[in-house]
């Protein structure tokens, strides 16, 4: 008999490893926290007891689930901003601490503004988890708008993921792109971990790329920025073309010599 093939590898999708002991035989609703026997049943109840008591009060506690069985994100602009956050060093070794808690869907009530990402996030207690990126530089947004001039069709396409290879590497370069660096993200997070990015920063970076994944206008959001402007100088020049006066003396030399005026304009 011969052995089964494996999926083929996408370059375009960030697996997780950890996915396939994590799919359960039910799907997880938006209120639910997974335990592990690692977290001891005591916590975990004493977890749940506070979350409930919270949600009583009228916080939502709305958990942040992966759209995908295999990976953690699924379009464009999700897997744009978990391959941006891996591709630097100091990231690297500590994003997938947070894999585990974000597919467990302990992070909760996600919020993303201009220049702001929170989230509450279960662990061995409840914590508030709070980041700060810097809005995009103006320079460097409008240079980005520039290098992308004429090779975006329209906002649906942007918005969708649908570019082309040139656009694609544009948005997405570490130095003059869309995403944020290191130094451009100060992250915060109420547990004692010392460390630079713990596990619930991690969790909850996972859970952003989800989100941009159902509303990648978000992204725009958070760094400041309007998507349309992306498009809107392309269609400002050509509808300026369009209704700009005819050059008087072209039409009456085409005129002249019996020229078609509809090939001479492009009409």
Not at 163 to 191: H, I, N, R, Y
Not at 210 to 224: M, Y
Request: charged letters at 30%.
């Amino acid at each position: 008999m011969s052995a089964k093939k494996k999926p083929a590898f996408r370059d375009d999708i960030v697996y997780d490893d950890e996915a396939l002991t994590a799919i359960r035989t039910h799907a997880p609703r938006a209120d639910e926290i997974f335990w592990h026997d690692e977290d001891g049943d005591k916590v975990a109840g004493q977890i749940e007891r506070e979350l409930e008591k919270r949600r009583e009060s009228g916080e939502p506690l709305r958990a942040v689930l992966p759209g995908h069985a295999r990976s953690l994100s699924t379009t464009f602009w999700g897997q744009a901003w978990n391959r941006n956050l891996m591709s630097y060093s100091d990231y690297e070794s500590r994003m997938p601490r947070g894999r585990t808690y974000f597919r467990r869907g302990q992070v909760m009530d996600l919020a993303i503004t201009r220049g702001s990402i929170t989230a509450t996030v279960a662990g061995t207690r409840i914590y508030e988890v709070q980041m700060r990126i810097t809005p995009l530089d103006t320079e460097v947004w409008e240079s980005l708008k520039k290098r992308c001039q004429g090779k975006i069709g329209g906002l649906v396409e942007l918005l969708s993921g649908e570019l082309s290879d040139g656009v694609m590497k544009e948005v997405t370069k570490q130095d003059g792109g869309l995403f944020a660096a290191p130094g451009e993200m100060k992250l915060d997070c109420t547990c004692p971990d010392s460390a630079g990015l713990c596990k619930h920063l991690a969790a909850t970076l996972y859970a952003a790329g989800s989100l941009f994944d159902e509303q990648p206008v978000l992204l725009f959001t958070l760094r400041g920025v309007d998507p349309q402007e992306m498009v809107a100088k392309d269609a400002k020049e050509a509808v300026a073309q369009l209704t700009a006066p005819a050059d008087v003396e072209a039409v009456r030399a085409a005129a002249l010599e019996g020229v078609d005026l509809d090939e001479v304009f492009g009409l």
